[in-house]
């Protein structure tokens, strides 16, 4: 199962990067909207470096690993 069937919203970078003005705060509000609704976003086409994105679902992995109280205390 991947971030989008679990109902994660999510937005495309380019839209932002590339497109009209239309676009622009169409993804501006699809970006604000999934963070105060869901509190997580998928973005698509972020250019980031394959290993950066390793990287940060390692570090996302060990926070959700540590116990409610310190989680608590980030």
Partial sequence: MNLYEMGIPAVNLADFI???TQAKSSFVK???SAYEDIGFV???NHLLDES???RLYSE???FFALDELTK???
């Fill in 18 to 20: 590339h497109g009209d």
């Fill in 30 to 32: 699809a970006l604000g």
């Fill in 42 to 44: 998928a973005v698509k």
């Fill in 52 to 54: 950066v994105v390793d």
């Fill in 60 to 62: 996302v992995k060990a």
């Fill in 72 to 74: 608590k205390k980030i």
